[in-house]
Structure formats: C-alpha cells, structure tokens
C-alpha cells in the first residue's frame, strides 16, 4: 500500500511519532457519565451534530450493523451497536474507529459492492465518486484501501473517458437501480435539472465480483425535470442517442438524492432534497405497476409526509436509509445537508419503516434522533472549568454561538453540568440548560470567561459574543463561598474611557493575572486569531476599569497561516503535573496551540511557541487525498478548551468545544505504542519545532547502516529526501524552500519506521 498516497495512515500511527515508550498526553475518552432528565446521556462527549451524513458498518467485526457519521469538512465518528434501548438502538460512542477511514470530501455513503459482506466507502473524490473497498485487519477492524474513481467510456461527446460527475455538495443516489445483483448510480447533471443513471456492467459483462465497470444509460433518469419550483415535472423524456446532453436548468444545482423503494414493489422511489427548500420531494416509480420497460416516476408528495408529520428542515435536507429500529427493515434518517443558517439542534429526524409490501407505512418518530443522548448546544461551543455549587469540584459550565430560531438567527445559552461524581466514578449531571436566564437576553454568542474581574474578591461573568462585543454580570452573592448570583450590569463592557470593546467578531474572553499585580485582567479571542489584552487598572474594590495595552499580546496567534477566521479561544492553566502554567489557544482549524513564555508576567515580550498541534488534537485528518489528487480543505472546526481535575485524582483533563456546539472529553493517559519490538529500541526527533530553515533530526536505537528521512506534507507530497549514515545519530535537512504548513518527518531504516509532525513558520 502507498502510505505517501494515502496519508490518513500517518494519523493510525500517531503512536511512532511519539518517541517510543510510555508518553503521557491527552487522549479520547468516553468514561466519564452525563445525566440529563434522569437518564445517562450515552452520546455525551461525541461532539454534536450539524449537518450528519449517516451509513451502516460492521466496525469491529461482531455482526452488528455500527453507525458511521460523517460531516463534511469536519471528519467521521463512529458509533458501536450495543443493543436496543427502549425500542431505540443503543450506541457507543467509539472514536477510535474513525482513524481507520480515508480522509473524506463531500459526502461519504456505505454500500457493499464487491458481493464479500463487508461494507465499502463512497465519497467525492476527484469529481465525482471514488471508491474504496472495505476489509478487516488482524485486529477485526473494519479498513480501506482505495480500488478506483468510476468513469465511463461509452459517451460520443466526450470521446473518452469521463467522470461520473456529482455537483459539489450534492448527495448522489446508489443502489441496484434495475435489480442485477450490482450497485448502480444516478447523481443530477452539473447543470440540475435532469439526473443521470450510470449503470454497473458488472454483471451484463460476466466481470469478477471485486469490478464496478459503469455505462452512461440515461441523461434523464426517471423522466423527471426538476427545475426552480418545488414541483417536479414528470414524465419528461431527453434524447439518448450519442446521449446528447439535455437542455440546462436555469437555476442553481443543488440536490441529495436518496433511492429506496418506498412500497417495496421492487423498483426504485427516491427522496429528493433540494438547496432551495426546508422540505423533501417524494418521487414514486410506476415501472413495475405499469409494466414499464424503464424507470418512470408517475406520482410526487412535494411535501412530503403529508399525510404524517411533515418534514421540514432548514437548510437542505437529505435522507439516508439505514435500519434504525434494527427490526430488518430499512428505515429512514433525514439531516440538513446545509451550512450555515441551517437546524443545528432538531437537525435529526427519524421515520420508522413499518410497511408492507404494496402497504407503504413510514411514520415520524423523533426529529432529535441521537441528539437528545448527547451535549450540543447548536452551533460552536464554549466550555469552561468552574467550581459553582462550593463543593471543591469544578463544574462544567458551556456556552455557544447558540441555537436556530425560527427566523434564521442564533440565540445563546448556558448549560450548568454539576460535577457529580463520586468514589465509583467521575461525572456530570445537567443542573440547567438556561443558566443566569441567558436567553432572555438574545445574544448571539456567548463564550464564558469566569474570574474576580472587578477585584472585589467574588468571581464574575464574562460573555463574550459573536459580533466582537462583550457583557458583563457582576456576582452579587455576597461570598464567594456560596454559589454566584450573576447579574448583569453592562450589557455591553466599556474600557476605562468608557468606549465599548469590541475586538472585532468572535470574542472569547478569559479572566487571568497575566501581568502577576494580583489583579485579574481581561484576555480576549477573536476573529483574527491573536489575544487582546486589556490589564485590570481598577483601584477600588468593586469597580471594574480595565485598559487596552495590546491588540497582540505575546504576538501569540492561532492558526498563524491564516489572516482572518482564525477564532482564537484562549485557555490559561495547569496542563500536567509539573504545575507550570500554560497558554492553549484553540482555533478554527482545530488545531490547539501550547504557548509559554509569559509565566514571569511579561506583557510585552513575544510567547514562544511549543506545539502547534497539542496532544495532536487537530484537523489533519480532514486533509482530502486519494490518488489522482491532491488538494487539502482548510475546514471550520472551531476548536475551544478547558482542563482541569474534574475528580480530585491529581489527573487531569481536557474538554474540547466544536463548531458542531458538542463537547470532547480527553484524559492526560500514559501511552506505550502497541508497535513490534523492534520499534521499541528506536526513537525521532526532530527540533526546533516550529522551524524555518533547518530541521534538526536525532534518533537513538539505531547501530548501523542507513537511515532514510523524508519530509511529506499534509497531502502526501514527498518535499525532501535525504539519506545519512545511522551513526552517530543525527542529521540536518534544509527546509528553508518549504512553504509554511504542517509537515511530517519520515525516518526508515529496516524494520524501523517512524513519524514526527512539525510546522514550518516564517
């Protein structure tokens, strides 16, 4: 396997980038219980849902049917099958799964197409749908292994062969159209408007199981015209001969198709969603009841679920077909496929299959499927640490850019999760979903920052929001002994002269003695990636006066290759047991930066970078690359965290927000790489970090011969070679060409086989 083509298999191996033996850093965990309303809230710490893409997988190879959840641009989670609960399925958050999948763009469905039980991978890839075949590993891991992107051969106009061409952000429809034994494929033309039907001649050809071999069959699938109007037109009909391309649609595309037979009478229904409305078209085929040699729809519900619960999604719906219920039947799970603007708390909605054959019956259960048994706050969640009720453990308190109303806009919230636990185990129990009555006040953003900010000895509140301003509630409980009384007393803050602050969008305050004057001072995230640092000047207890020194304090950025949209989101704190305070600034791209530096409470000196890919918490899984292409995303992940010992054990942990307004639990773990012996008396590494003209590389535990050391970006792309005897265990490799970025360092000599990632800055 080409390991350089396929880099998600760097990620499988973050252990051997580590050097080996034990290390300690933060990995996922999913032990730590949340109650609400009563009941365990078993998705607790999966990130929240958005925008979900839903297939079915064996994952661990025990029989069941696991949940595979993709969003695009923000990676996969995977979902063990425990069981039903309460005629429900019952899933086990397992994100250990999701390493196993190639980076993914645009959409990803599941569907077994080479006849062996094991689920294969649908996504984008170059420009339309590219195909990876599922396997399992000596540890019943469900894998992939790229087989092919699908072209056809057989169009006169092209006079060659073509993409079986899928729009960007459009969800194609697969199944076995025309009931052969083999997976077929119908996506919309780039124009909309008409849909084309790539038949799989696998089986007409007499080709091998393992073979997709596609044909263009027909430019105008189901004889449908589907134009600006929520109506579909029905019996159309294109010319097929030399397959002419049918006239364009004068609208913009848009379209998720999902094929499914809705009556079970053996042809192929479908569900069509479309960017320009909250609701689902319904199309019924007539082939078998008329008897018709070709695929036709005859009947249409625009809105459907109108004899039900009507269905009504903003932004975008798309269904997915999966067995929910896990009765044996198909049923159906609808998301927004939609960006921003689109449902981000309702935004799962399930209809159970309870049809017969020619009796179809599909019927509205729940339009929070999965999102009720989870934390999610809508949309980019905010996190933080503090003891509330005195009982000397931290609560978790989380705020959000909030969720959708009715009119299109956020409103914010505060959610209060006790710290609940015990001997017997660590825990949270929801204690309010409203804290302080936030929502009255309709903010748009609202990113806690918790600290004595008027020097009065009680902790306040600071909110920070979306448009860059921020609101201040004074405690008024008396003692800090007791829990706050949050009380709003400016609704927007003012700086000593009385002028508003405002740092420009995305404001996520933190409330730290940055300057050691035994006075708490005001750090404020935003929009563009640095830290504004305005120092607490008050001289009376009580009154809050606070003075802008610097729009860049330590010159600490997040996402330092991006101008804009970086949303920096500072954490200050003891990370490990060494007790030293650090600087994490979570960011857009899900990176988390460690900073240091500013310990000695110098104000005007530059931090100095640690990591630019902390705990290697980040988003490099989300690169897209498969063979054939080469193009990373740049995705909004909006990473934010908190850390602290939740269960006075002296261990800590790190809670991660999300844009997806869902939380991450991580625990600080020791972690000794499951690698061959051989691996085990040989370590990398390579310094400075971050770097700029030359990269410093060491190893230990190699006597002799060569050692081979490459410098691969985060698209696979090999940038340097350089070969160097084993002894005495060192070299240099020139960087100074590089562009900024992250890149990985590759050492091999024998058997011997590890990674490093570094960033490149100028």
């Known amino acids: 396997m080409n390991f350089l083509r396929h880099s998600y298999i760097l990620l499988s191996m973050l252990a051997t980038s580590l050097s080996a033996g034990a290390q300690e850093f933060y990995q996922h965990d999913t032990t730590v219980k949340v109650f609400a309303y009563g009941k365990e809230q078993t998705l607790a710490w999966c990130g929240g849902f958005n925008n979900p893409q839903f297939s079915e997988a064996d994952l661990n190879h025990d029989g069941k049917k696991d949940l595979v959840v993709y969003e695009s641009g923000l990676g996969i989670s995977t979902f063990l099958n425990v069981g039903l609960s309460d005629g429900l399925p019952s899933y086990r958050y397992e994100p250990k799964y999701a390493l196993n999948f190639p980076p993914t763009l645009g959409y990803l469905l599941m569907r077994d197409y080479n006849c062996d039980g094991i689920a294969d991978l649908f996504q984008r890839g170059s420009d339309g749908i590219a195909v990876y075949r599922g396997y399992y590993d000596g540890a019943n891991e469900l894998k992939f292994i790229y087989y092919q992107d699908l072209l056809y051969f057989n169009d006169a106009l092209t006079g060659g062969p073509a993409n079986a061409f899928v729009n960007p952000g459009d969800i194609p429809g697969i199944a076995d159209v025309d009931n052969d034994g083999d997976l077929d494929f119908v996506a919309y033309y780039i124009t909309g408007g008409y849909m084309y039907y790539y038949k799989n001649m696998r089986v007409e050809e007499g080709l091998p199981c393992d073979s997709i071999r596609i044909k263009l069959k027909d430019r ?38 999902c094929l499914f037979d809705w009556d079970l009478d053996g042809d192929m229904d479908y569900l069509d969603g479309s960017v320009s409305f909250n609701e689902l078209t319904f199309l019924k085929n007539g082939r078998v009841e008329h008897s018709s040699p070709i695929d036709s729809m005859v009947d249409q519900d625009t809105l459907w679920q109108t004899g039900g619960k009507r269905l009504d999604i903003p932004v975008w719906p798309a269904a997915f077909t999966l067995d929910a219920d896990q009765d044996g039947r198909t049923d159906i799970l609808v998301a927004p496929n939609g960006g921003s603007g689109s449902e981000n708390y309702n935004c799962i909605w399930y209809y159970r299959n309870n049809s017969t054959p020619g009796a179809p019956d599909w019927q509205f259960k729940s339009d929070s499927f999965l999102t009720d048994r989870t934390i999610d706050l809508g949309t980019a969640s905010y996190p933080t640490l503090f003891d509330y009720n005195k009982d000397g453990k931290p609560d978790l308190i989380v705020g959000s850019d ?69 609101s201040y509630y004074k405690n008024m409980a008396g003692s800090e002994t007791v829990q706050p009384d949050w009380q709003l007393n400016q609704l927007v803050l003012k700086d000593e002269g009385g002028n508003d602050i405002n740092v420009g969008g995305a404001a996520a305050p933190l409330i730290y003695d940055l300057d050691k004057d035994g006075k708490k001072d005001l750090i404020i995230g935003n929009l563009y990636g640095y830290l504004q640092y305005y120092r607490n000047v008050s001289t009376a207890a009580g009154s809050i006066k606070l003075k802008l020194i610097t729009t860049k304090v330590g010159k600490a950025k997040a996402d330092p290759l991006q101008n804009i949209g970086c949303y920096s989101a500072p954490f200050i704190g003891k990370l490990d047991a060494s007790g030293t305070d650090y600087l994490l600034l979570g960011s857009n791209s ?28 980040d988003s490099t899984h989300n690169r897209y690359n498969h063979p054939g292409t080469t193009y990373g995303i740049y995705s909004n992940h909006r990473s934010t965290v908190t850390v602290g010992d939740i269960d006075g054990s002296g261990s800590y942990t790190m809670i991660k927000g999300n844009i997806k307004g869902g939380l991450e639990f991580y625990k600080r773990k020791v972690y ?27 190893w230990r535990g190699i006597a002799s011969g060569e050692v081979d050391l490459r410098v691969v970006d985060m698209t696979g792309k090999v940038c340097v070679t350089v070969s160097a005897a084993a002894m005495p265990g060192n070299s240099t490799v020139m960087i100074n060409h590089l562009p900024p970025g992250i890149y990985i360092c590759m050492l091999q000599s024998g058997t011997c086989k590890y990674y490093s990632k570094f960033t490149v800055l100028r």
Not at 426 to 432: M, N, Q, R
């Open 590 to 617: 899900g990176n988390i930066y460690q900073y240091t530096g500013f310990q000695s409470g110098d104000t005007t000196g530059p931090y100095t970078l640690v990591d630019g890919s902390y705990s290697y918490i």
């Open 220 to 257: 105008c699938w189901g004889k449908v015209y589907q134009g600006f109007y929520r109506t579909h037109g029905l019996g159309y009909s294109c010319s097929n001969a030399g397959l002419a391309r049918p006239a364009a649609k004068v609208t913009h595309s848009g379209n998720a198709i």
């Open 402 to 470: 909030g969720y959708r109303q009715s009119s299109g806009l956020l409103k914010s919230r505060l959610s209060l999760y006790l710290n609940t636990s015990s001997p017997s185990g660590a825990s949270f129990t929801l204690e309010s979903k409203d804290l302080a009555t936030l929502s009255a006040q309709n903010f748009s953003g609202a990113a806690p920052g918790i600290g004595d900010i008027d020097d009065d000895g009680f902790s306040d509140l600071v909110l920070g929001h979306s448009d860059g301003t921020l």
């Open 672 to 698: 000794i790489a499951s690698t061959p012996d051989t691996y085990n008396s040989c370590e990398i590494k390579v310094y400075p970090n971050p770097a700029s003209n030359v990269l410093n590389v060491s």
